[in-house]
């Protein structure tokens, strides 16, 4: 009978890894994570619904570079102002209901009535033929509401999730407890994805008649701004119920706070420029960055002209959200396995080689889809604009699934051989370099390629976009080579 017991004990461990008495703790700052991602993925759905319909799908590259990446870095600047202003508390209180704010006034005003806001088309199209390089430019600030709302969504999943939430994990978790608490999160959070899917699908049916037709996407930005309110609610609950309970939370006022290194761009540079080692893993961030976002940008076309409304985009994102919520959870579960039992450059290499395999699938068939559309129509009911959507959609969540699972880790994992310096300025280097530029890259790329051809589109340019893809992961793959070598002579050196 103790055996058994003691079995079940620790097959429940493994399962779910928190005490009982610590789910006062745990739970709430689960389900906070849990809205966040449950907001992350409706947000992402709708805005690339909004911009890809009705701006185009090239546009994203110009957002991405000259209005996501601005607001990015103002908005770190405003988050410092108000640090120094202002309590963690009333901080995270005004960061969360100024989205909630701007989600209402979109949902409730630009979004039903566009026309009063925005440019009409006509001026917008006259304008593009005086300025042809600037079309795009024009065409973003002509529907300014849809490039706002693009750019407050983006920075929903950077300020409240990546900053906010993990700041405030770090503070009030213990290291311990961070041990199972963090990768329960992780999998609880994804779950969150699935369950978007369904209220997008739900709300934007055609079979739903909740509201009229134009104000189809009101019931779904409403969710996500109770959604958002939980999120606070939840935080307040925590600071006055946990965080006053002193067997799950001791403040640690008698540890002497460490200022975390805040590097300029310029700094950031010259850092990485004056060592080898930090210099390979920036080559890492930004080679991912740059090669998911050229597939991403070709894929989000194709999805374009299978679903041209702003409803059946969005509901098909939805969908992809879901199977990458689905993904992430299983591999999270698998990359941890494998990181355990295999060679950090083994480990780090399964990145680049899915994106290189699955990226190679999506553009030969892009490239050879007339041939194969003389052979598929016996083989398969779809057409080849079905497939080359799916296989792209296979792509990008694999590619994702194994950047969460694996490459997040061994990224981390190469900054604990440095010296305490280079581990702490290294990292807020690499972070401010592969952060504001990782995910820019390649929509800098593709902005300027557009804004020098601009009666080009992506399938004129898509030939071009795959030739940089390939260079970009083969530098990936040699960068992983020759960080592992320098990997292995730091733990040797540093007898880890």
């Not at 759905?45 to 990015?72: H, N, Q, R």
């Not at 600047?77 to 202002?86: D, Q």
């Not at 909740?210 to 009101?218: G, L, S, T, W």
């Amino acid at each position: 009978m103790d055996q058994t017991s003691t079995y079940f004990s620790e097959l429940r461990k493994i399962i779910w890894p928190i005490e009982w008495h610590e789910s006062k703790k745990f739970l709430p700052m689960a389900a906070m994570m849990f809205c966040i991602l449950f907001n992350y993925a409706i947000l992402r759905s709708v805005k690339d619904g909004f911009v890809v319909t009705a701006i185009g799908p090239e546009a994203i590259g110009f957002l991405k570079t000259y209005i996501v990446l601005p607001a990015a870095i103002l908005a770190m600047i405003i988050y410092t102002k108000l640090c120094n202003a202002l309590s963690q508390q009333k901080v995270f209180y005004v960061v969360t209901s100024f989205f909630i704010a701007y989600i209402a006034i979109f949902a409730f005003i630009l979004y039903p009535e566009p026309d009063k806001f925005n440019l009409d088309s006509e001026t917008i199209a006259r304008l593009s033929e005086q300025y042809p390089n600037l079309k795009w430019f024009i065409r973003i600030i002509g529907h300014w509401s849809f490039a706002s709302f693009y750019a407050i969504s983006e920075l929903w999943g950077s300020l409240m999730l990546s900053l906010l939430f993990w700041q405030f994990a770090n503070q009030i978790t213990k290291t311990e407890e961070a041990k199972r608490f963090y990768s329960m999160f992780g999998l609880l959070g994804n779950a969150a994805l699935p369950l978007a899917s369904v209220v997008i699908g739900y709300f934007l049916s055609e079979n739903v008649h909740i509201v009229a037709e134009k104000f189809r996407f009101i019931p779904v930005l409403m969710i996500v701004i109770i959604s958002a309110a939980t999120v606070m609610f939840l935080y307040a609950w925590i600071n006055a119920n946990v965080l006053t309970d002193p067997t799950l939370y001791t403040p640690s006022s008698s540890k002497v706070k460490k200022s975390k290194i805040k590097l300029s761009i310029g700094e950031s540079l010259k850092m990485i420029f004056s060592s080898k080692y930090l210099g390979l893993i920036a080559i890492l961030v930004l080679s991912y960055g740059i090669s998911i976002n050229l597939v991403e940008g070709v894929w989000k076309a194709k999805v374009k002209q299978l679903y041209p409304t702003k409803e059946a985009y969005t509901m098909f994102m939805g969908e992809f959200q879901a199977w990458q919520g689905f993904a992430a959870i299983i591999f999270m579960v698998v990359g941890s396995n494998i990181l355990r039992r295999v060679s950090w450059g083994t480990a780090a290499i399964l990145t680049p080689l899915m994106i290189l395999i699955t990226g190679v699938a999506f553009f030969a068939f892009i490239f050879f889809d007339n041939i194969i559309a003389m052979h598929i129509t016996g083989l398969l009911a779809s057409g080849p604009l079905v497939v080359a959507v799916v296989i792209g959609m296979i792509q990008n969540v694999l590619s994702k699934a194994t950047k969460y699972s694996l490459f997040d880790s061994t990224k981390e994992m190469a900054y604990i051989p440095l010296d305490d310096e280079l581990k702490t300025k290294g990292k807020a280097a690499v972070d401010v370099v592969g952060g504001r530029f990782g995910k820019s890259g390649g929509g800098i790329i593709q902005s300027t390629f557009f804004a020098l051809l601009p009666t080009w589109g992506f399938a004129e340019a898509t030939p071009y976009f795959a030739g940089i893809f390939f260079v970009i992961v083969i530098l990936w793959l040699y960068g992983i080579k020759a960080l592992n070598k320098e990997y292995h002579k730091q733990m040797i050196d540093h007898s880890y």
